[in-house]
Each structure stands twice: as C-alpha cells, then as structure tokens.
Antibody, heavy 117, light 109 residues
Framework: QVQMVQSGAEVKKPGASVRVSCKAS????????IHWVRQAPGQGLEWVGR????????DYAQKFQGRVTMTRDTSISTAYLDLNWLTFDDTAVYYC??????????WGQGTLVTVSS | EIVLTQSPGTLSLSPGERATLSCRAS???????LGWYQQKPGQAPRLLIY???NRATGIPDRFSGSGSGTDFTLTINRLEPEDFAVYYC??????????FGQGTKLQIK
C-alpha cells in the first residue's frame, strides 16, 4: 500500500539545523509532488513548501525562504526537509504528504522537532 | 496569498445530527483545488474531500462537500462518535502558497 514513513523525533538547540526525511513506497516516487506541512503545539496546519521529485524543482512559503531546503534522492524514494537557524517558534510536528490533483492524499506519521536550550 | 477563514471555530452537536462547516476564501479559488481534512489528536490529517466535492477513497457517503468561488461547505450527515475531530479546508494545486484554514473543532454536545 502507499505510505510515507518519516524519520524520528529531533531535539535541537536554537540556531542549529535539522533534517527530516520522508520515505515513500507503494507508488512511483517521481509521479507526484511531496509537500511539507508543519503544526505547532495546539495550532493549525501550515504549509512549508513542496518539491517535484521528478526534476527537483521546489516552491517554499515566503516565511521560510532563505532557511529551508527541500531535496530528494530518487534512488531510495526519499524526500528531505532541511531547516536552518532554528528558533523556539520552529517547535512543531513536521509532516510530509503526497500532493497532486487529488489534494494531499497520503501523509507521513509526522516528526516532532523540539527546539530547546 | 489566499486566506481561508473557517466558521464556526467550534461546533457542538450530538451524534445523529448534521454538521455544516464553512470555509470562505479571500479571493476566488478553483473548485478543482479545494480540499477538506479531518484530524484527530495525535494523528496526521486525513483527506476527506478533494476538488471541492469528491470524496477520497474510503470516505463514508455521510461526508459531502460543495461550493464554488469563495464559499465552500463540508456537510456531515448523521454524525457518528468517530466524527468528532478538527476539520481543515485547504486550497492547493498550482497556486502557491498552498494555504489551510484555521480549523473547526467539532465536539460532542
């Protein structure tokens, strides 16, 4: 079955960087975009950006421009989210999701990133 | 950026009743790219509706979506105990950034 499996929880200090991975299976990885969405504790959903796994093209939400990078490794059907210069406000659950004309139809289980001094 | 405003913020109903959730956009949204999600505590969001009115795979027919332009509605008929959750609308597709509404909490009365 189609699934997205994410890497485990991370604890980082302010100013550090974090990498979250998302491994897709059960479909052709390059056929659909991978989106990243985050959710701060007790808050709503916030779109971070997306990557086209086929050619690697990306689009990022403006508030993350300059400190976010999304990449992929097609040989292992895995997408990556790198977020730099972490602040306390980056504490959130980060989700990857498969996206296309059918909206975000498959989601990863989420990765908790905690920024703490 | 398209801003989606959901109402009400919280809706209190009893099992068996009908829920009507609203999503209003700050500018016109293509119906092809309006989705609804359900989220329960500690879980990832679950796609309910895509293209404003199409149920995702495995979604019961008591869930229905409608609307166009700037006004969209999610209707849940005959509420079941498992339907009490938070619901988000979303505009996706080629318009970036993709945005979500702030959510409507559906709670048991």
């Amino acid at each position: 079955q189609v699934q997205m499996v994410q890497s485990g929880a991370e604890v980082k200090k302010p100013g550090a960087s974090v990498r979250v991975s998302c491994k897709a299976s059960g479909y052709t990885f390059t056929d659909q975009h991978i989106h990243w969405v985050r959710q701060a504790p007790g808050q709503g959903l916030e779109w971070v950006g997306r990557i086209n796994p086929n050619r690697g093209g990306t689009d990022y939400a403006q508030k993350f421009q300059g400190r976010v990078t999304m990449t992929r490794d097609t040989s292992i059907s895995t997408a990556y989210l790198d977020l730099n210069w972490l602040t306390f406000d980056d504490t959130a659950v980060y989700y990857c999701a498969r996206g296309g004309v059918f909206a975000f139809d498959v989601w990863g289980q989420g990765t908790l990133v905690t920024v703490s001094s | 950026e398209i801003v989606l405003t959901q109402s009400p913020g919280t809706l209190s109903l009893s099992p068996g009743e009908r829920a009507t959730l609203s999503c209003r956009a700050s500018q016109s949204v293509s119906s092809a790219y309006l989705g609804w999600y359900q989220q329960k505590p500690g879980q990832a969001p679950r796609l309910l509706i895509y293209g404003a009115s199409n149920r995702a795979t495995g979604i019961p027919d008591r869930f229905s979506g409608s609307g166009s332009g700037t006004d969209f509605t999610l209707t849940i008929n005959r509420l079941e105990p498992e339907d009490f959750a938070v619901y988000y609308c979303q505009q996706y597709g080629t318009s970036h950034p993709n945005t979500f509404g702030q959510g409507t909490k559906l709670q048991i009365k």
